[in-house]
């Protein structure tokens, strides 16, 4: 469900699964029919089937759910739709006996989120939430480092995001950089989808799961493009068990950068390329980082091992991202992110289009990850008042 933008890359990828007889795609639900080479009449009857990425399998196409529902029934639905979309639909299919793995954010608030997983549970349904890190066997290998206490105590956990996104982005959908649409929260800003990553990943690391895994969410939002959400924000957690995570984040850089996550020891710290599932450990007194490349299980794949063996875990189920959604639910409940003023701020216009750039955004967000503290704390130009 949700065929367009980051849906195209489910469907290429159950495509690819489906070539290797993992499983076979029966359908995709979209408003929009989405076929090669162009769309078909808007008034093609529901089930038509489409060519999409390939002439040799057409797929049945149907514009809602309930269109879907009414001649198939699905194993698994894969919800890639806008966020205030995912907890009605994502109900919809557990009650008609489907199993679903649910794009991040899994849902627009904290209460959907506990009324779906429960929900599930009721249903004895499986939901596995696309954080596609979580399934990282990078996680296991950094968890090790700490365990065997290479690199001391744990004094804290950082995380830098910073990330490019033209103006264009913000235009691509009713709901992008929206705190709300039609009175629906929606509460799309860098920290709670394009670097949501980012957040969850640190606080796994931390082993906050949970709602009740998360003390305290300390906020500084800002933003400098014209949009509701945030673009630019610090972000600190401090975990039940005392444990600070700050993050320094941003979609407005200079240039993309890879995220990286830093957990802080004692002795030295472990840096994690989530991206790219690698792990760096430098210890003080050691010559040189050592590097741990790592591979990753698919989340798809995982979800459907599950359904096989329920004795299989889900890498990334519902209840597992409580302690996102704290952070989620924070952010919603903010107040609206400052906006970052003119003189802090450039215009390019490059290969990415037409965007903005806030000056020396990248220094801030590593000096939150690495001193955990916050923009204003750190007294950041664009946070200071004049």
Not at 35 to 46: N, R, T
Not at 137 to 161: F, K, P, S, T
Not at 249 to 256: D, I, K, P, Q
């Amino acid at each position: 469900m949700g065929a367009h933008g980051h849906g195209t890359s489910h469907l290429g990828h159950t495509r690819s699964l489906e070539e290797q007889g993992v499983l076979r795609l029966v359908a995709v639900v979209d408003p929009r029919p989405l076929v090669d080479g162009g769309l078909p009449a808007p008034d093609q009857p529901p089930g038509v089937r489409l060519a999409m990425s390939d002439p040799e399998k057409p797929i049945p196409w149907f514009p809602d759910l309930d269109a879907l529902l009414a001649v198939e029934q699905p194993d698994v639905v894969i919800l890639c739709t806008p966020i205030d979309t995912h907890a009605d639909l994502a109900e919809r299919a557990l009650r008609a006996g489907c199993d679903v793995l649910l794009e991040k954010p899994p849902t627009a608030t904290l209460a959907e989120l506990v009324r779906l997983v429960g929900i599930a549970r009721d249903l004895g349904r499986a939901v596995q939430v696309g954080f596609q890190t979580y399934g990282s066997h990078a996680l296991d290998v950094v968890r090790q480092i700490v365990a065997d206490g290479e690199i001391g105590d744990v004094r804290g956990i950082g995380a830098v995001g910073a990330w490019v996104r033209s103006e264009d982005y913000w235009a691509r959908a009713p709901w992008a950089g929206r705190r709300t649409l039609a009175g629906r929260p929606v509460v799309d800003g860098v920290t709670t989808n394009p670097l949501a990553h980012a957040v969850a990943t640190a606080l796994l690391l931390a082993d906050a799961r949970t709602v009740d895994d998360v003390a305290e969410v300390e906020l500084d939002l800002s933003r400098a493009n014209d949009i509701e959400a945030d673009d630019t924000s610090s972000v600190r957690v401090t975990t039940r068990d005392g444990l600070r995570v700050a993050l320094g984040l941003t979609l407005c850089a200079s240039v993309h950068s890879a995220p990286r996550i830093v957990v802080h020891g004692s002795a030295g710290h472990v840096v994690l390329h989530y991206t790219r599932d690698e792990v760096e450990v430098e210890v003080a007194g050691r010559r040189g980082a050592r590097t741990v490349a790592c591979g990753r299980t698919d989340l798809l794949e995982n979800l459907l091992a599950h359904r096989a063996d329920p004795q299989t875990p889900l890498l990334a189920p519902l209840s597992s991202t409580g302690a996102f959604m704290r952070v989620l639910e924070a952010v919603r409940n903010a107040p609206a992110p400052r906006q970052i003023a003119a003189a802090h701020i450039d215009r390019v216009h490059d290969a990415q289009g037409p965007r903005l750039v806030v000056r020396d955004v990248e220094l801030w967000c590593e000096r939150v990850a690495q001193e955990l503290r916050t923009f204003e704390e750190l007294e950041a130009p664009w946070t200071v008042r004049a």
